[in-house]
């Protein structure tokens, strides 16, 4: 039962396409009048479609077809004539009235109007029981002129034959132009973008892209040939144009197939590329001659030539394809190889063949190798993703590492600092009570030594021993720049002594504000050197009044010693303890002056 439904629905379609096509009729037979360029018209009978290339190779030419036909076969509201080809220039006449013209008759080499399909709606008031289809065309020389066998019908089955032709030949270009602009303008901006480190170690371009971008560019200016009724050029300098971009995108896909195979250095391969790039420049003088000098069968040569080396090439590429291929390698075979098949059929077809309104298949196929350049692209990049993944975690497990090691260094050097932080700070103490503590034991001890210095004189050493002391431990807790707690500190210390001693101290401390810069060491040497310039006025001064001041001074702070003692010659070579004041006060970034005269000295400290 099911398969008697299955036969019964296959007459029906069959029935139904066969009256579909019985509504319109074809005009094949016409009585022709051929004018060869320069000769004299030549009328004959003919059988459309008319291929002037075929018919007239290497010439030029107008021509008038006559077509005599009945009323049409079905009635119907209006009618409609769909011609596959015509041109290069034409005009339609029936009965008289003129339907369609595009282009000049006389101006040879003009336009170019036999590259989409043709309709031309036909009133109904035009048809009488015995009508007659005139058709004037210009022909150039290699431009595929003449008339295609015209369809009459009803206008909508005749404009849905139209539609569909135009849709094959010219929407579908159109999408076939754009796609491949857009491919190629992408493949030109990831060879410009996208770099990667050579052999050498410098950073260089991926020819693959550069490759593929420019085969698609080349592509795109040949197919859109098929858009272009006006070209910007004058013909036949417009078609070496085209069909050098043919060269171009086949030599382009050659040198693109070796690198995606591998074969760069291998010697067929560079034999290959050579050879096709070769025919490419070949291919300007060639083709030229072909077209100014109406040579056609040069062209047919040399793009049968450019098959050549590409059968064997695909041959031995589609062959290693199915042998341990990458993928690649693989899409880029099957482009290859179905491209190629339909590349010699449409050159067998366009070249060879009596046929006149077929459509070229290539610029279809050629889709292929966009999307396979595409796969090539999405492939490389989900490879460079994995790689940055993998790149990405292995550098995060270094870092990881890294950071480790580097905290225990960090805990080691802490440790190191804190214990050289020790050390310095034993040698300080060391080197404080050396010069300090250290020198008046000394000093006392020679004094008790030489026999000579009375008992009044080893006690005023010990208590300087001892001052300085107390004043080395005082310091130790004293904060960053507080100046005033170490003035504090020395009045505290020492003020029992001037009063012992019977100088009277006089205090002009204002308020002071602390002074950034100075840090610990700072602040002892400060101290040292008040507290020498102090002792100097206790052991050396003999004087009655003592003043210790300090103020804010603009942006720092100004301290004095000042003492109404006997003075000293302040230009004279100083002694060792002006000397270690001066090297002090250079050491922590301040300076010092002293001046001195009978009844007058005064050492000033200035703190920036």
Known sequence: MRARSLWCGLVWALLCWGNAHAEVQELRQARALITLQGGAPVPSSVELPYHWDRRHPGLAGAATFEIDFGPPATAADAYGIYIPRLGNAYEIW????????????????????????????????????????????????????????????????????????????????????????????VALALWFTQTSPGPDGRFARDPLYLLG?????????????????????????????????????????????????????????????????????????????????????????WYGVYALPYISFIAIFCWRATRHATPSHQAVAAAL?????????DWFV??????????????????????????????RFREVSAQARDLMANL????????YELGQTYKKVEQLAREQERVSERTRILRDMHDGVGAHLSAAIRQLQSGKASTDDVLQTLRYTLDQLKLSIDVMHLLPGDISSLLANLRYRLEPRFAASDIELQWVVGSLEPVAHMDANAMRQLQFMV????????QHSQATTLAIEAEMAGAGLCLRVVDNGRGFDAA?????????????????????????????????????
């Open 396 to 403: 995060s497990a270094r870092i990881t590492e890294k950071e």
């Open 94 to 185: 029936l009965n008289g009235n003129l339907l369609e013209k595009n282009g000049d008759l006389t101006k040879f080499n003009g336009g170019d109007y036999a590259k989409v399909p043709r309709f031309v709606p036909v009133a109904t008031d035009l048809l009488r029981p015995a009508n007659r289809l005139l058709i004037h065309v210009r022909t150039d020389v290699g431009r595929r002129g003449g008339v295609a066998t015209p369809v009459l019908g009803p206008e909508e089955e005749v404009r849905r034959l139209y539609r569909n032709d135009y849709n094959w030949r010219a929407t579908g270009t159109l999408v076939v132009v754009v796609l491949s602009f857009m491919v190629g303008m």
């Open 213 to 301: 971008g420019l085969a698609e560019l080349f592509w795109t200016l040949r197919i859109s040939d098929a858009l272009i009724e006006v070209p910007p050029l004058m013909w036949p300098w417009w078609g070496v144009v085209t069909a050098l971009a043919l060269g171009g995108w086949l030599s382009c896909m050659g040198s693109f197939f070796v690198i995606v195979a591998n074969w760069s250095h291998r010697r067929p391969a560079i034999w290959f590329n050579r050879i096709t790039w070769t025919l490419f420049v070949l291919g300007f003088p060639l083709v030229a001659w072909a077209l100014i000098f109406s040579s056609p069968w040069l062209m047919t040569a």
């Open 350 to 379: 366009f070249r060879i063949s009596p046929t006149y309104a077929d459509n070229t298949l290539l610029r279809y196929s050629s889709v292929l190798f966009g999307l396979a350049l595409a796969y090539i692209v999405i492939t």
């Open 572 to 608: 004279a070579a100083p002694r060792k303890g002006l000397l270690a004041m001066r090297e002090r006060a250079s050491a922590i970034g301040v300076t010092i002056a002293i001046e001195s005269r009978p009844g007058r000295t005064a050492v000033e400290i200035r703190i920036p």
């Open 337 to 345: 190889l179905v491209n190629m098949v339909v590349g010699l059929r």
């Open 531 to 538: 507290f020498e310039a102090l002792s100097n006025v206790l």
